[in-house]
């Protein structure tokens, strides 16, 4: 069964279907039964579960497919790289510091998810592949320009990695990690000034030490700010589909503080030219915090409000408890990044030294 857009439209299909149907009707004794789509389906997915969810694949890779695709369409839409978060990192500041190079351009901007498409991590999937590509212009020049995107939810998705190397095989993956604890204080302290209300009720502590006896709003908001730091469980993942050289670890407490010296890491990482001197286009904002933008007037341009947002200082309760929850998974990412030649960040170390022995 094939999930690539012209199945709908294939011709020659239906031509075998009916020619199958006259065959069994002639030479056999089976009776053939006419049954609704809706209900053959349901039996056909019953037998076969795996294939109930589709998986695009690269579209250019068969060059059957090409010889019917539209005229209009182009595999050089499709982007050349992902950043997969994951969130309450620093992806936004990336994200900003990317679409700044003039090689580099963005996906356009969704209504619903902002800077995001996240198609390959939700129902935005089931909208196949020209959904997916009107989010991304037709460059001028495929060898030199590199179509990219962000999205956050990308990192700890089951099915993320399965179906982004199906489609974009070739593409570069980078990801920025900070501290696991500071990520999952800082994405409870996000929801919070959003109002969410389980955020509102419990106490980061009570959120992280949550058991299987609490409430089911509580257990989830437990699940967003833990899972998603065990960072070497989900690379490997990753790792599973795409070549470790296709992968960039980046440190993103590096990214606030010498920006220039990661963006250089990156433009050498993606092979890109021309080479951009971050160190004329960003300049320390000392009311912010960190670094931003310097526009053609010679002003600074920074993210919004919620970005650097100051937040009390951590339960030191809290802190101690995912310290210990992360000891294990922060020793895996270590040896990770070593093995794949990869810089272990400050951070990490720091992390690894201040736990105490169990």
């Given at each position: 069964?094939?999930?690539?857009?012209n199945?709908?439209?294939?011709?020659?299909a239906?031509y075998t279907?009916?020619?199958v149907?006259?065959f069994?009707q002639?030479w056999?004794?089976l009776?053939m039964?006419?049954?609704p789509?809706?209900?053959?389906?349901?039996?056909?997915?019953?037998?076969y579960?795996?294939?109930?969810n589709p998986?695009?694949?690269d579209?250019?890779?068969?060059?059957?497919?090409?010889a019917?695709?539209?005229v209009n369409?182009?595999c050089?839409?499709l982007?050349r790289?992902?950043?997969i978060?994951?969130?309450?990192?620093?992806?936004?500041?990336?994200?900003?510091f990317?679409?700044?190079?003039?090689a580099?351009y963005?996906?356009?901007p969704s209504r619903?998810?902002?800077?995001?498409?996240?198609?390959?991590?939700?129902?935005?999937y089931l909208?196949?592949l020209?959904?997916?590509?009107?989010?991304?212009?037709?460059?001028?020049?495929?060898?030199?320009?590199?179509l990219?995107?962000?999205?956050?939810?990308?990192?700890?998705?089951?099915?993320?990695?399965?179906r982004?190397a199906?489609?974009?095989?070739?593409?570069?993956?980078?990801?920025?990690?900070?501290s696991?604890?500071?990520?999952?204080y800082?994405?409870y302290?996000h929801?919070r000034a959003h109002k969410?209300?389980?955020?509102?009720?419990?106490?980061?502590?009570?959120?992280?030490t949550?058991?299987?006896?609490?409430e089911?709003?509580l257990?989830?908001?437990s699940?967003?700010?833990?899972?998603?730091?065990?960072?070497?469980?989900?690379?490997?993942?990753?790792?599973s589909?795409?070549?470790?050289?296709?992968?960039l670890?980046?440190?993103?407490?590096l990214?606030?503080?010498?920006p220039?010296?990661v963006?250089?890491?990156?433009?050498?990482?993606?092979l890109?030219?021309?080479?951009f001197?971050y160190?004329?286009?960003?300049?320390y904002?000392?009311?912010?915090?960190?670094?931003?933008?310097?526009t053609?007037?010679?002003h600074?341009k920074?993210?919004?409000?919620?970005?650097?947002?100051?937040?009390?200082?951590?339960?030191p309760?809290a802190?101690k408890y995912?310290q210990?929850?992360?000891?294990?998974?922060n020793?895996?990412?270590q040896?990770?990044?070593?093995?794949?030649?990869?810089?272990v960040?400050?951070w990490?170390?720091?992390?690894?030294?201040d736990?105490?022995p169990?």
């Open positions: 069964m094939t999930h690539m857009p199945f709908a439209n294939d011709r020659l239906l279907f009916e020619s149907f006259k069994v002639c056999t004794n009776e039964k006419s049954v789509p809706i209900q053959l389906s349901d039996l056909y997915f019953n037998m579960p795996e294939e109930k998986i695009w694949q579209p250019c890779n068969d060059k059957r497919h090409l019917i695709w539209s369409k182009t050089d839409r982007p790289f992902l950043v978060g994951p969130q309450k990192t620093g992806t936004t500041a990336l994200y900003t990317l679409a700044m190079h003039p580099i963005s996906n356009y619903q998810t902002f800077e995001e498409v996240q198609f390959f991590s939700g129902n935005n909208k196949g020209d959904w997916y590509m009107s989010f991304f212009p037709l460059p001028s020049n495929a060898s030199s320009e590199f990219f995107e962000k999205s956050a939810t990308y990192f700890d998705k089951r099915h993320v990695p399965e982004a199906a489609l974009l095989p070739k593409a570069r993956l980078i990801t920025i990690l900070i696991p604890a500071k990520r999952a800082s994405w302290q929801i969410d209300p389980t955020a509102m009720k419990y106490t980061f502590y009570e959120v992280i949550a058991g299987s006896d609490a089911r709003s257990q989830a908001l699940r967003r700010c833990l899972i998603p730091g065990l960072y070497a469980q989900h690379l490997d993942k990753w790792l589909h795409y070549k470790a050289k296709q992968l670890v980046l440190d993103g407490e990214l606030k503080i010498n220039m010296a963006m250089n890491r990156v433009q050498k990482f993606l890109i030219q021309p080479y001197d160190s004329k286009k960003l300049r904002d000392r009311k912010k915090g960190f670094y931003c933008q310097v053609n007037n010679d600074t920074c993210l919004g409000r919620s970005k650097g947002r100051k937040y009390p200082p951590m339960d309760r802190n995912l210990q929850y992360y000891k294990r998974h020793v895996d990412l040896r990770l990044l070593t093995r794949l030649g990869q810089e960040p400050q990490l170390r720091e992390d690894l030294k736990v105490s169990e």
